[in-house]
C-alpha cells in the first residue's frame, strides 16, 4: 500500500509567518503540523510515502527530514497543483495497490478512534472509487462545506449546500482511501480532487464514508493556530485523546514537557499561568511574569524582565529583555 500527504499549500492565511515556514512545519507543540497526520499510519504498512511540495519547498523538506528521514519529497513543479494535480503527478508512487491513502499535511485532527484499519477494512468491503474519513460537526454548511450523503452512507454531494435528498452532512477530517481508477478522472495539470469525485460520482460510481469520532481545528490564521495550541494543552493535561498525543510527543520533542518544572527554570509562582510546554533546552532569565500559556522550542532564550501570555515561541529564537508579548506566534 502508499501513501500521500499534501504539503503544497501557499498557508496565505498565516503570513507573514509563511513567507518564511511553509504551514505543514509550523510546529503545534513543538511538533510540525505535519506528523500530526502522518502519526497515525504504521510506516511499516506502507510501500511509499509521498509528500508532494511547492511553496518553500526546501526549507519543508529541511525540516521535516530532521524528525523523519525516509521521506519522499516530490515538486509540483512550477505552479501549486492542487489536491487533484498533486495526486496525479505522482501517480506512479501510489498505484498498484488497489487503492492508497491520502491525508492533509497541514491540519490537525486528534482522535483515538482506530480510523484507519476501520476505514480499509469498509473500503476493500465496499470498493467504491472513494471512502472520506469524515465526523460530526456543528458547523457543516455554514463555516465548512460539507459531506453530504443518503441513508446507506453514500456521498451525494460535496459543498456548503445540502441536497435535497440528502439526510446528513459530515465534515472531511483530510483523510481519504482513493481507488487507483480515481486515476481516469484526474486531469493533468491543477485540478481539485473533489471535483473529480463529483464527475465519477455522476458517471456512476460511489463514493463512501467512515465517520469517526475526534476533535479537528482550522489553524488557517494566527488566531485559530493559537487556539488549537491552547486545545491540544488542554487535552493533554486532561489525558484525552493520550493514546495518539502521548505517543506523537515521546516520538517527535521527547525533550519537551508539560507543567514539568523540574527543568531547572527557577520560576516563581505564576497564579496565571495556566500551561507550560517547554523543551529542556531553553534558556528562561529572571523576573518575568508568564500567563495563560506558553510553549516553547528547543534553544529558544527569554531575557530578563519579559511579559509573556498566550505565547508560542519557536526553535532559536531569542526574546529581548522586557518585552511585552501576548497573543502571538514568534518565529
Known amino acids: 500500500m502508499n501513501l500521500q500527504i499534501l504539503s503544497a ?22 511538533v510540525p503540523m505535519f506528523f500530526y497526520s502522518l502519526h497515525y499510519f504504521d510506516k511499516k504498512n506502507f510501500n511509499n510515502i509521498v509528500v508532494n511540495t511547492f511553496h518553500l519547498e526546501n526549507e ?12 519522499k519529497f516530490v515538486s509540483d513543479g512550477k505552479e501549486v497543483l492542487g489536491t487533484g494535480g498533486g495526486i496525479e503527478s505522482v501517480r506512479p508512487s501510489l498505484e498498484g495497490d488497489d487503492y492508497f491513502w491520502v491525508a492533509n499535511g497541514d491540519c490537525v485532527f486528534l482522535s483515538d478512534d482506530n480510523f484507519v484499519e476501520l476505514a480499509e477494512k469498509n473500503h476493500k468491503l465496499k470498493k467504491p472509487i472513494a471512502t472520506l474519513v469524515v465526523m460530526e460537526h456543528p458547523d457543516v454548511g ?34 481519504r482511501i482513493l481507488s487507483d481508477e480515481i486515476f481516469k478522472f484526474l486531469p493533468q495539470g491543477p485540478s481539485e480532487l473533489f471535483d473529480s469525485l463529483k464527475t465519477a460520482m455522476r458517471e456512476g460510481h460511489q463514493v463512501h464514508i467512515y465517520k469517526t469520532t475526534g476533535h479537528f481545528f482550522e489553524t488557517g490564521n494566527q488566531k485559530d493556530f493559537l487556539d488549537c495550541t491552547k486545545s491540544v ?44 510546554f517547554v523543551d529542556k533546552n531553553f534558556t528562561l532569565f ?33 526574546i529581548a529583555e522586557n518585552s511585552e508579548i501576548s497573543d502571538t506566534i514568534i518565529f
Not at 143 to 159: H, M, P, S
Not at 241 to 250: D, G, H, I, R, V
Open 233 to 276: 494543552l488542554r487535552f493533554l493535561k486532561e489525558k484525552r485523546y493520550s493514546n495518539f498525543l502521548t505517543s506523537l510527543l515521546k516520538k517527535y520533542t521527547p525533550e519537551s514537557r508539560l507543567n514539568d518544572l523540574s527543568i531547572d527554570l527557577k520560576l516563581p509562582p505564576h497564579d496565571n499561568l495556566e500551561y507550560l
Open 60 to 71: 519543508l523538506q529541511k525540516t521535516l527530514s530532521k524528525f523523519d528521514p525516509d521521506l
Open 9 to 30: 499549500g501557499l498557508g496565505t492565511r498565516l503570513k507573514p509567518i509563511t513567507e518564511k515556514i511553509p504551514k505543514p512545519a509550523l510546529p503545534i507543540l513543538n
Open 286 to 318: 529572571n523576573d518575568c511574569t508568564l500567563e495563560g500559556f506558553l510553549v516553547v522550542g528547543k534553544n529558544a532564550v527569554i531575557k530578563e524582565r519579559c511579559s509573556l501570555k498566550n505565547v508560542v515561541i519557536l526553535d532559536d529564537q531569542i
Open 142 to 175: 455554514t463555516k465548512f462545506g460539507g459531506v453530504w450523503v443518503d441513508n446507506e452512507d453514500r456521498v451525494l454531494d460535496i459543498g456548503k449546500t445540502k441536497p435535497a435528498n440528502a439526510t446528513k452532512g459530515y465534515h472531511f477530517t483530510g483523510f
